[in-house]
């Protein structure tokens, strides 16, 4: 890990924001751009809502042909449900973006998040983009930029052999295992092929960002993107190449990373709860199984409340669709001294000290294990509990 | 609708019950009886949950021939996760109710609600099971004793040509379109073929019990079983008789009126909301869609709040699954003076006050219609908000 690394922790990336005033009860950061000194090999990934926004819309198309080299982004305002202007606003954003930096607009990466069905305010939108002085230590003010109602800015950066990968995020509510109210950005000096990017993007959001829940809910804005420059120099990473698997690697633990600094600023949290699958007759029953455990209303408040209320955990595992058996599933906490406590085993509840079991959820990081003695599949899913102050937060957001 | 209609109302039909301290910090009935003094056709649909408790599995047992000719209810603990010996609890129920009324254990259907992980306190179930009188009035107790975090007893009838059908539910919490912690029994004295009873109750299952959603959650115990005693005469309704369509509709409404009488219960809710999905491609899309606004926790905290957020149901719509435009996509709420209020239409946002649009949100029913005009497809669903005390509630529901 490198220290406060961001995106522009890798060569050859600048990056910078502005205060434009997108929502005007808002004083924070809400235009940030990002800037490759060389073309780079991009892909992305996005939300699997069938209701997309435009910024997002005009994101896929430019991402299409597999390059990118600027990334234009806002926060206050979602730019969706507001019909053909917000594609027109969306295409403005990256003209005036690819104008600044002296590259085609198509390479330019828009990003909105926010309010649905508000119109983008861009006549402030422009003047923050000519604005923005990119350097090569602006990666933070770029993730503070994106945050809308996360209370902290969340980034990371790793370094490899000859080069490193950083990485923004943004998104503490609408988080759900298919993607979230999110907007994530990686970057990198390494040179890829871009095929092996776009399926290394694919394996690591299956681990990361597809493994976490908040609130079961999946915004119509969720963008992955990651930009790599090759300043690096060496051969091209590809399949076979003695570092395709640290670049995998390296991309899944940023990946992660930035997962869980999401559900640890979740909205109203007070817990990060990781539940881990084992034995599940598939890798794909593993993650159902592990992800409903985090979806579950009745485990995140229960949780929450310090309650071992332990039968909802076997019950929500029960519902994940995948296979399993009461007899041959067990349920393990993990004591603040870091040991096993049993629950259930054998198809029948385990004696546990009521106090011990209620220790184990006192600790803000919660561990719950499941066993199900049916195979090899085994997953890990991260969740926030859920709180009155989530619910005050939910009832007021627009108001 | 007969005034305090129970499932004491059809003909033949008696019930009781008793208080036992099945939860010994609880004050309240807790074992129920319903005994039918003529053997009933019967029909049940049981939960999804993979993890199913010990009394539902030995009441599909018991179901599977299609007959039935009483109930024994237990509140307080649900018998699921306790291995072996909550099925020999289960099967102990209905023996001791079957000695107790001279008929076949295999004729009891045993229900069970409550913790999971707990052993039925046998001895006193079964003091409960031999003090209860079952008497011709005894419906709406029986409604009393199945009751966990319910606040009022629900409970419906209705009268039909020569005979009536009455219905008692259960269930405030852990409540999801695939049914839910709840129990549900409907009586009738009509005569009725039995696989015409099944699919008739599969139908009103799907359009009812399937369309509510509290907290996206499903339990291990759900059950809706009915029960017909012929005691009415006549020929048996079936498929073609002149009053199958009757049959069909009171049986759809009397699940109808008990899954509204749930969610205006849901555990510290303040609203109804019902969405209405119509102009889908399939009905199945437009269930799907209606209940996706229902769930979507950003939904049911933004209208908890009074908060025309309606983004998010547009989003929730895009969730779903079902085939949508956003070009062709409209969205309206209800004014408390029964107009309809269009928040979005043509792709765009339509230009209304926000003090209507919040007037709109302030009922404590509150009805969404979204018009997908891609066909004739239409359905309704029906969902709580979600709200501080909701949270508070069930972080401590074991403690």
Same mark, same amino acid.
């Given at each position: 890990?490198?220290?406060?690394?961001?995106?522009?922790?890798?060569?050859?990336?600048? +990056?910078?924001?502005?205060?434009?005033?997108?929502?005007?009860?808002?004083?924070?950061?809400?235009?940030?751009?990002?800037?490759?000194?060389?073309? @780079?090999?991009?892909?992305?990934?996005?939300?699997?809502?069938?209701?997309?926004?435009?910024?997002?819309?005009?994101?896929?198309?430019?991402?299409?042909?597999?390059?990118?080299?600027?990334?234009? +982004?806002?926060?206050?305002?979602?730019? @969706?449900?507001?019909?053909?202007?917000?594609?027109?606003?969306?295409?403005?954003?990256?003209?005036?973006?690819?104008?600044?930096?002296?590259?085609? *607009?198509?390479?330019?990466?828009?990003?909105?998040?926010?309010?649905?069905?508000?119109?983008?305010?861009?006549?402030?939108?422009?003047?923050?983009?000519?604005?923005?002085? =990119? /350097?090569?230590?602006?990666?933070?003010?770029?993730?503070?930029?994106?945050? /809308?109602?996360?209370?902290?800015?969340?980034?990371? !950066? #790793?370094?490899?052999?000859?080069?490193?990968?950083?990485? &923004? =995020?943004?998104?503490?509510?609408?988080?759900?295992?298919?993607?979230?109210?999110?907007?994530?950005?990686?970057?990198?000096?390494? !040179?890829?092929?871009?095929?092996?990017?776009?399926?290394?993007?694919?394996?690591? #959001?299956?681990?990361?960002?597809?493994?976490i829940d908040i609130d079961?809910?999946?915004? *119509?804005?969720?963008?992955?993107?990651?930009?790599?420059?090759?300043?690096?120099?060496?051969? /091209?990473?590809?399949?076979?190449? *003695?570092?395709?698997?640290?670049?995998?690697?390296?991309?899944?633990? &940023?990946?992660?990373?930035? !997962?869980k600094?999401?559900i640890g600023d979740a909205e109203g949290a007070t817990k990060l709860i990781e539940a881990r699958v084992e034995?599940?007759?598939?890798?794909?029953?593993?993650?159902?199984a592990s992800r409903e455990i985090v979806v579950s209303i009745g485990v995140k408040t229960a949780i929450y409340g310090h309650d071992a209320n332990w039968g909802r955990i076997v019950s929500a595992v029960?519902?994940?669709? !995948?296979?399993?058996?009461?007899?041959?599933l067990a349920l393990y906490f993990r004591s603040p001294d870091g040991d096993d406590v049993c629950l259930f085993r054998?198809?029948?509840p385990q004696r546990v000290d009521a106090a011990l079991a209620k220790a184990c959820l006192t600790p803000r990081e919660v561990y719950l294990r499941v066993t199900?003695?049916?195979?090899?599949?085994?997953?890990t899913a991260w969740g926030s509990d859920l709180t009155e102050e989530f619910v005050?937060?939910?009832?007021?957001?627009?108001?």
């Amino acid at each position: 890990m490198v220290p406060d690394g961001t995106v522009t922790t890798p060569k050859g990336f600048l +990056a910078g924001a502005a205060k434009v005033g997108v929502r005007t009860d808002w004083d924070k950061l809400d235009v940030g751009l990002v800037y490759s000194e060389a073309p @780079c090999v991009a892909a992305g990934v996005y939300t699997r809502n069938a209701l997309k926004g435009a910024s997002l819309l005009v994101s896929m198309e430019h991402l299409a042909n597999g390059s990118a080299q600027a990334i234009v +982004a806002n926060s206050g305002c979602a730019n @969706c449900s507001v019909g053909e202007r917000g594609i027109e606003d969306a295409i403005k954003m990256a003209q005036l973006t690819g104008a600044k930096f002296g590259i085609d *607009p198509h390479e330019v990466v828009v990003a909105s998040t926010g309010v649905i069905g508000t119109f983008l305010p861009m006549d402030r939108i422009n003047r923050g983009i000519e604005e923005i002085q =990119v /350097t090569s230590d602006g990666g933070l003010e770029f993730a503070r930029a994106i945050m /809308t109602t996360d209370t902290k800015p969340k980034h990371v !950066a #790793v370094r490899v052999n000859g080069w490193s990968m950083g990485g &923004v =995020v943004k998104g503490v509510g609408m988080i759900h295992p298919n993607m979230a109210t999110m907007l994530c950005f990686v970057t990198t000096e390494a !040179a890829v092929s871009q095929p092996f990017l776009a399926r290394a993007l694919k394996d690591a #959001v299956d681990d990361s960002f597809n493994m976490i829940d908040i609130d079961n809910d999946t915004s *119509p804005d969720d963008t992955v993107v990651v930009m790599a420059n090759g300043m690096a120099g060496g051969g /091209t990473i590809d399949d076979g190449h *003695p570092e395709a698997d640290l670049f995998r690697e390296a991309l899944r633990s &940023v990946c992660i990373s930035l !997962a869980k600094q999401q559900i640890g600023d979740a909205e109203g949290a007070t817990k990060l709860i990781e539940a881990r699958v084992e034995g599940a007759a598939t890798m794909e029953d593993a993650r159902k199984a592990s992800r409903e455990i985090v979806v579950s209303i009745g485990v995140k408040t229960a949780i929450y409340g310090h309650d071992a209320n332990w039968g909802r955990i076997v019950s929500a595992v029960g519902n994940s669709g !995948a296979a399993m058996k009461e007899e041959s599933l067990a349920l393990y906490f993990r004591s603040p001294d870091g040991d096993d406590v049993c629950l259930f085993r054998d198809g029948v509840p385990q004696r546990v000290d009521a106090a011990l079991a209620k220790a184990c959820l006192t600790p803000r990081e919660v561990y719950l294990r499941v066993t199900l003695g049916l195979g090899d599949g085994a997953a890990t899913a991260w969740g926030s509990d859920l709180t009155e102050e989530f619910v005050r937060l939910n009832s007021m957001y627009t108001t």
